[in-house]
T-cell receptor, first 110, second 117 residues
Framework: AQRVTQPEKLLSVFKGAPVELKCNYS??????LFWYVQYSRQRLQLLLR??SRESIKGFTADLNKGETSFHLKKPFAQEEDSAMYYC????????????FGAGTRLAVHP | GAVVSQHPSRVICKSGTSVKIECRSLDFQATTMFWYRQFPKKSLMLMAT?????????EQGVEKDKFLINHASLTLSTLTVTSAHPEDSSFYICSARSSGGSGNTIYFGEGSWLTVV
């Protein structure tokens, strides 16, 4: 089955510490991977997508097809990074529906 | 960026009644819209994919007769929860796919809280 796995429900770090939010996918084809962020009381926002290979707000993510992973990283966490982060993937077939992982709450402490 | 708007943001209805939630793409045309359900502290569960002018594609386990989806135009999709029960109480989120600009991008609405009493 097509699945996106985020093993950590909560990641708690101190300001300035490195952050890595893990994401693995299960799909034998060529998925498109995304990271979405949801700040408190706000709607989901696209953070980045693997095809863009860009860095947004200091976050980067590299698609590793061998490990079927798309981990989100930031070298120095900021308090304003505290939010829910969802890894998501589109799978071919039909209308490229977006499937979400369970989400990881990042809490950055001062 | 592109905006997706949902209405109402909060609705309370009595058990047994039906309630409609609208999802509009305000500044782009969306041939495909998606409806999700999110339980407290849980992830988004895809309910169905809505395509303009055709029947929605429902995910396994989602009752299509209970959750009616209509996508009558390129900017509007509606979700109607029929004969609502308290267990239908949830946060419903829609998203819309924009095919312009930098490619296929999915934008999310702000969500609609449904409480069935």
């Amino acid at each position: 089955a097509q699945r996106v796995t985020q093993p950590e429900k909560l990641l708690s770090v101190f300001k300035g510490a490195p952050v890595e939010l893990k994401c693995n996918y299960s799909y034998s084809g060529s998925p498109e991977l995304f990271w979405y962020v949801q700040y408190s009381r706000q709607r989901l926002q696209l953070l980045l997508r693997h095809i863009s290979r860009e860095s947004i707000k200091g976050f980067t993510a590299d698609l590793n097809k061998g490990e079927t992973s798309f981990h989100l990283k930031k070298p120095f966490a900021q308090e304003e990074d505290s939010a829910m982060y969802y890894c998501a993937s589109t799978f071919s077939g039909g209308y490229n529906k977006l499937i979400f992982g369970a989400g990881t709450r990042l809490a950055v402490h001062p | 960026g592109a905006v997706v708007s949902q209405h109402p943001s909060r609705v309370i209805c009595k058990s047994g009644t039906s309630v409609k939630i609208e999802c509009r793409s305000l500044d782009f045309q969306a041939t495909t819209m998606f409806w999700y359900r999110q339980f407290p502290k849980k992830s988004l569960m895809l309910m169905a994919t809505s395509n303009e002018g055709s029947k929605a594609t429902y995910e396994q386990g989602v009752e299509k007769d209970k959750f009616l989806i209509n996508h009558a135009s390129l900017t509007l999709s509606t979700l109607t929860v029929t004969s609502a029960h308290p267990e239908d109480s949830s946060f419903y989120i829609c998203s819309a796919r924009s095919s312009g600009g930098s490619g296929n991008t999915i934008y999310f609405g702000e969500g609609s809280w449904l409480t069935v009493v």
